[in-house]
């Protein structure tokens, strides 16, 4: 019996405010926070509330047939706790259904796993402790930052205790394998290994509303056919991985999105071989039809899938190895406000701004700044007094109990 597996990303960075070498210095407010805020509240009118109450509506209509997962991750749980605290109780009642699953991931959305492994220990221990307090749920699934991938991130997670760990079902990584199976990990025996049918979900994600595909308009009828086509063929499991924002955000209500949403899992269930489980469901019920050899990172970004993204220029590896840097001052000074700036100034966006390529499209979509120069400066500057402050709570006894005056830190 193929299975349908959802997963969606949530996630909304802490945005910087326009920060120059003047307010270094002077002005530790380094977050847009009037930004933040509006993107938020937007965003989980548009997107996250009415999303919700679809699948609840999906989950209670099919008695419980129809299942999801999501990570959340930790700066999108800071905002909605401050901005929609209404948005968590939606979440917190789809995971009562028992037919939702929360993933585990880095609290911060970084890309700690490449630079630090204490600190990539610490963010994912910080991110399952979150997610049990709210949900209920010990995540039993890993799914780091931007589905960066390889071995040792594998083997990594098989060691955290981790039944199986998601990665993008990259062409260059598969050659003539399918993306519709289990794998195992290579070097691992344990850990189970997720791959995103990542061309099935860039039609929902990226080409649902595109007027110039020649699948559109795209309906719920075609795209279950496609998919019981796809899971007959051959396979046990299609991933459809995407970003929750697809719903409303990227793709407008008046696109269709919720009612193709809505339609959806009927036509997918009326075929009797298919059902949705959930990525630790999956993980349960099919035994890896091989090993899979990944040495090198692969990523769900841009059509490299690479880490081009984020560190793929001087400007993005001079910024995240000077934050880095900063690890073990931070981590000896034991202050919470430090840590916790320093962790949000590790979100992966904020290098993602920097990116120089040419299928820039949808790095223009995310970007606030007019250049990755800009991008890059702003974020330095930042950095510099973040580094500025920490020298000046050294030399002043910055010790256990330290802290700082209220509100001086983002």
Known sequence: MPSVCFYFQVHQPYRLRRYTFFD???????????????ILRKVAQKCYLPMNQLLMEQIEESKGRFKAAFSLTGTVLDQLEAWAPEVIESFQALAATGCVEFLSETDAHSLAFL????????????????????FGQKPQVF?????????????????????????????????????????????CSKIKLLLKNYRLSDDIAFRFSNKQWPE??????????WVHEAGMAAGDVLNLFMDYETFGEHHGESTGIFQFMKALPDCVLNHPDFDFRTPSEVADSYA??????IPHYVSWADAARDLSAWVGNDLQNDAIEAAYRLEPRVKALHNADMLRTW????????????CIRSDDAVHKYFNPYGSPYNAYINYMNVLGDFELTLQKMEEEGGKPGWQPAPGSLA
Not at 24 to 38: A, I, L, P, T, V
Not at 115 to 134: N, P, T
Not at 343 to 354: E, G, K, N, P, W
Request: proline share 4%.
């Open 288 to 293: 890896p039809v091989a090993s899979l050899d």
């Open 115 to 134: 630079y630090s492994a204490e600190e990539f220990r610490g963010q994912v221990a910080q991110h399952d402790a979150r997610i049990e307090e709210l």
């Open 216 to 225: 559109f308009p795209l309906t719920a009828e075609k795209f279950a056919a």
């Open 143 to 187: 799914r780091n930052t931007e589905l960066i991938y390889s071995n040792d991130l594998a083997k990594c997670a098989e060691d955290m205790g981790y039944k199986a760990v998601l990665a993008e079902g990259a062409d260059h990584i598969l050659g003539w394998r399918s993306p519709n199976y289990v794998y195992q990990p290579a070097s």
């Open 24 to 38: 270094m210095g002077q002005n530790h407010f380094y977050e847009d926070n009037d930004s933040n805020r509006e």
């Open 343 to 354: 962790r949000r100034l590790q979100t992966s966006d904020h290098f993602y701004y920097m």
